[in-house]
T-cell receptor, first 111, second 114 residues
């Protein structure tokens, strides 16, 4: 099976930078995705790392180290609207193409 | 606008009744997924379908059933055998099985069973 670990809560102030870590244990690792979910809403896709290194999309960046089974989501220039839950999710190779989600990190951005 | 619709947003049922949750997409995506989310938890996969007329059990399929007769539709039935059905149910799709990592979600159905 797969298991993922991420912090349950993170708090930061507006304008700051925050990093949300994710460590995983899985066989047949294919890639690591990140999703954002506001309270009561639908998750939205943020980024994907299939290879080691940094992927940048505007204020958000995501990093993967396959050798360390570790990734992170970096949020810069935090805004109040970034307050949400952030989930990492692993996909595995093979015929059973599915995502396994972590339990999520609740980010609170303070003024 | 393309997207995924789920209806209804809120659903209330008595224990012992089966209930079917609707999921429709007009994104022309091949793959569709059903997840369950409990308060403060991540998403757990119930069933997924990579192509029409085919579906596979996810991690928590017991007490649930699905069908995939049309590409656009992937309804989920919560049966009376599901021991704890009260939850937030999310439907998602991806362009195909290769793009499983990039899923688009519907707004969800919040099911309460009493």
């Amino acid at each position: 099976g797969q298991s993922l670990e991420q912090p349950s809560e993170v708090t930061a102030v507006e304008g700051a930078i925050v990093q949300i870590n994710c460590t995983y244990q899985t066989s047949g690792f294919y890639g690591l995705s990140w999703y954002q979910q506001h309270d009561g809403g639908a998750p939205t896709f943020l980024s994907y790392n299939g290879l080691d290194g940094l992927e940048e999309t505007g204020r958000f960046s995501s990093f993967l180290s396959r050798s360390d089974s570790y990734g992170y989501l970096l949020l810069q220039e935090l805004q109040m609207k970034d307050s949400a839950s952030y989930f990492c999710a692993v996909s595995i190779s093979g015929s059973a193409r599915q995502l396994t989600f972590g339990s999520g990190t609740q980010l609170t951005v303070l003024p | 606008d393309g997207g995924i619709t789920q209806s209804p947003k809120y659903l209330f049922r008595k224990e012992g009744q089966n209930v079917t949750l609707s999921c429709e997409q007009n994104l022309n995506h091949d793959a569709m997924y059903w997840y369950r989310q409990d308060p403060g938890q991540g998403l757990r996969l119930i069933y997924y379908s990579q192509i029409v007329n085919d579906f596979q059990k996810g991690d928590i399929a017991e007490g649930y059933s699905v069908s995939r007769e049309k590409k656009e539709s992937f309804p989920l039935t919560v049966t009376s055998a599901q021991k704890n059905p009260t939850a937030f149910y999310l439907c998602a799709s991806s362009r195909d099985r290769e793009l499983v990592y990039e899923q688009y979600f519907g707004p969800g159905t919040r099911l309460t069973v009493t």
